[in-house]
């Protein structure tokens, strides 16, 4: 993998990534060839086109970024990628049109556009299709020896028998007296040099997955093994990189406090989040005005009660604030007390169930983040009733409120929407994974997916 802005990219993706510009540019210039041939004019100077070719290349693939074209289902499946490569090319070419009437001159012709866009999605199947049986062979996975046989490297097992897995483990090493659970395991004993094991098998990353630590740690080897320049790395690193989550079965507060991440950098990029939060929100409330009172209105014909809905939840340092939302549910909706939402909620109204799915009852949090009690990318805010529970039940759960919440997040974007303490707990290690590495990329990388949840309703109650 590669590590951008403290967040980890698969070489794969990545590879993928760089063809894709690259095909976009020349789509570009082919439909430019075309219309100039059509028209009867020359081609011209390359040079002169530079600009527009790359930003049709740059916002295409933005926008195949934000619908999920290198998701790994896209990465495993044809027809998958071929549906979501139309709707970015489509929301590229939109977005292109509409930098072309605000900025003429700037970009292709839109008669260029036109054919630029057919050329793009022959030639991004088709790269798709001549590399679909490479991406996820060997040539681009790491080699991974495990030093354990327990129940962490059966773990490590299962995480490496996922089709999108980036890593393939090449061997186990059982470094205790105690039953392996891991057959095929060679005890430690039995290898006379570990290091020329390690050689030998052409391994480039070394995972220790020992169940116990205390005077367990065999450091000659891993120092040895390090200095010959393979990777040696721990269990709860090693998940944190490769599922995007902190796993809360196995970290500790002594691997939070001494592993990379919530560095002091943080305070400038505070400061661009906090100028994009105002920004945002202040564009997004003149754009969506009219949307969210024509909404009120039908809220307020669909069912009795307020067309907005004020809820008290917590925020940074464990603040309490008002959130806003355009009423989804009846008002009686908790007559009996604070409860979790449920698929199929009876609670619902008719308009509710519209404007959850297309997130429209969520627009009225933009003055939330205007005022600046949330942000437009955090760990959702959770309800009091519910945090005090919570974090009697579940190790860290406070450390989520050292950021600040948002609308959408890490969380949100991973995890289909879950109602329960096993779900609480699982967008927990996603939050804590965003609190421990937030970048300004990260919050642009979560923005852009957030479309691909809101066209494919992908985890709205």
Request: proline share 4%; hydrophobic share 50%.
């Amino acid at each position: 993998m590669i590590r951008l802005f403290k967040h980890y990219i698969p070489n794969a993706v990545l590879l993928l990534g760089l063809f894709d510009f690259v095909l976009l540019v020349a789509a570009g210039e082919l439909g430019w060839m075309v219309r100039a041939w059509q028209i009867g004019i020359g081609l011209g100077a390359i040079s002169d086109r530079w600009a527009p070719l790359l930003i049709f290349a740059a916002l295409v693939q933005t926008a195949m970024i934000a619908v999920g074209v290198y998701g790994s289902d896209a990465l495993r499946s044809m027809r998958y990628a071929g549906a979501r490569l139309l709707v970015a090319i489509s929301l590229g070419i939109i977005a292109l049109s509409v930098v072309y009437f605000l900025l003429p001159g700037r970009t292709l012709w839109r008669s260029n556009l036109f054919y630029a866009m057919f050329i793009a999605i022959a030639l991004l199947l088709g790269i798709r299709v001549l590399l679909g049986g490479v991406l996820g062979t060997s040539a681009f996975r790491r080699r991974v020896l495990v030093l354990g046989a327990g129940a962490r490297a059966a773990r490590l097992r299962k995480l490496g028998e996922r089709p999108e897995a980036g890593f393939v483990i090449v061997g186990y090493v059982g470094m205790s007296a105690k039953p392996a659970e891991i057959e095929e395991a060679i005890h430690r004993d039995a290898i006379a040099n570990l290091t020329r094991y390690v050689e030998n098998l052409g391994v480039s990353e070394v995972v220790l997955a020992l169940e116990e630590r205390r005077n367990a740690l065999p450091l000659k080897d891993l120092l040895r093994i390090k200095t010959t320049g393979v990777h040696v790395n721990e269990f709860s690193t090693f998940l944190e990189r490769e599922t995007g989550r902190v796993d809360l079965d196995t970290v500790n507060p002594s691997w939070l406090i001494f592993s990379d991440g919530f560095s002091s950098g943080r305070m400038v990029s505070s400061a661009i989040k906090r100028l994009f939060d105002i920004a945002a929100s202040l564009l997004l409330l003149v754009l969506t005005a009219p949307l969210i009172l024509v909404f009120a209105l039908l809220v307020k014909l669909d069912s009795k009660g307020p067309a907005f809905f004020r809820q008290v939840r917590v925020g940074l340092y464990g603040q309490s604030f008002s959130l806003i939302k355009l009423r989804s549910m009846r008002v009686d909706a908790e007559a009996g007390g604070a409860q979790w939402a449920a698929k199929q909620d009876p609670r619902v109204t008719r308009i509710g169930r519209i404007i959850r799915k297309c997130r429209i009852d969520e627009l009225p949090q933009a003055w939330t983040v205007l005022k600046g009690e949330m942000s437009f990318v955090g760990p959702r805010p959770e309800r009091p009733e519910f945090v005090d529970d919570l974090e009697e039940k579940l190790p860290f759960y406070a450390e989520r409120h050292m950021v600040k919440p948002g609308i959408t997040g890490w969380a949100q974007i991973n995890y289909p929407y879950g109602a329960s303490i096993e779900d609480s707990r699982h967008k927990l290690e996603y939050d804590l994974y965003y609190a421990k590495n937030y970048t300004p990329f990260l919050d642009l990388l979560i923005l852009l997916q957030t479309l691909r949840v809101v066209l494919w309703n992908e985890g709205a109650r």
